[in-house]
């Protein structure tokens, strides 16, 4: 498939590379600042297994510019690999996204009612902009050109239905529409009392020819919970809120409630197609329930940078704003080129794992905007006799990547995720545009 840019940006006098030799083999252009490698590798296995779990049609999510990883490079795998859909938030987001497929020559469906397929990718919008009547009518609006741009679009509430119908009436198109229902997540979506209204609007808009209602959805809050009893809630309401629909004589084809959590714990909540994202990154949605190697996934991003100064510290030496960590011995210290304006955790001071010179160590100190200073050992043997730097400045550091394919030691997204308190989704999708990411495999 002729997709814009992205071409390997390995080095092509390098040996191809399978994912494990990836970290030896791989010459980066960029290596000399920091970026983050995107491996298409392990993403399009990711997608590979998860697809075969799911055994029908799927969506890759790749909203936040693919969790971070960079969406042009994520949405031509993911096609590649099978997806039929691509879901994103925002509705900027997804007519960006309209506009590479189009530079790309991935092709639109041809018909309103031609069903998705990876050749011809259905595009599903989910934060629709609220519109008054007079601004959905207006040429060059938000919605009209999600109508332009063929999107699909969820509606929740009668502001929003009225919006695209006023939309889709002075284009003279027929809107393509996700009914939300929410199902216990008190998010997005019509609560079931509600949800009559909602359906006896979108039924007399479709028959007005202003929308077709072609999808019936929502999300699970607890399906990294798998024996809360709490999918099971969702689905029940999912299941009322069909019948609400059908009562107003809608027959949504594509029902969809799960994303990778609901596809890997609850396998009765698949429906019509599920949602993945995290997955495809390589991480599990709760690694308390089974962690990505048990799911069988391979991060994709290696966030790396080469070190831009190794030096020499006495002991008792403080570091960083504030002096919050002090050398315990003479030690060597690296600087490595990222810091919380890249999206490094200021809650990593003195916890953040990096991998350099073939072994773990951390952060010391706090994290600055720009930079972070690391640990590399101590710079003088017990009986007082200096001891070599264990790395130059130059060397690289590997702040987050895959043990399998970087490095035994190698620390991950998820691990910065747990000494952070958040969870990898978080650590990925913090990442700064300052940041390259480069594509390769
Ligand atoms: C982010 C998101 C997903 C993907 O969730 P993962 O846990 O990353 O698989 C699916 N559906 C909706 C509505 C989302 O917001």
Redesign the pocket.
Known sequence: MPFMTVASSADSSAPQTSARTWAAEVRVPGAATACALIDLEALAHNARVLASKAGRAWMA?V?ADAYGHGIEAVARTCLDAGASWL?V?QLDEALHLRGLLDAAGVARPRSADEPASSQAPRLLC?LVPVLSPQQAAREGSPLWEALAGDLDLSVSTLTQLQAVRVAARAQGVVARIHVKVDTGMSRAGAVLEDLPALAREARAAQDAGEVDVVGLWS?LSRADEPDSGSTEDHLARFRRGEQILNQAGLHPGVRHLS???GLEWHPHARLDLV?????LYGFS?EPAVATSQELGLRPVMRLQAPLVQVKRIPAGQAVSYGGTWSAPTDRWVGLVPLGYGDGIPRAAASTGPVWVAGRRTTVVGKVCMDQVVIDLGPATDAAGSPLPAPAAAGDRAIVWGDPDRDGEGVPTAEDWARVCSTIS?EILTRLGPRVPRVPVG
């Open positions: 999510v909203k879901g938030a989910w999300h994303a990778t959590g949602r993945i994202g995290i997955g949605p989704y």
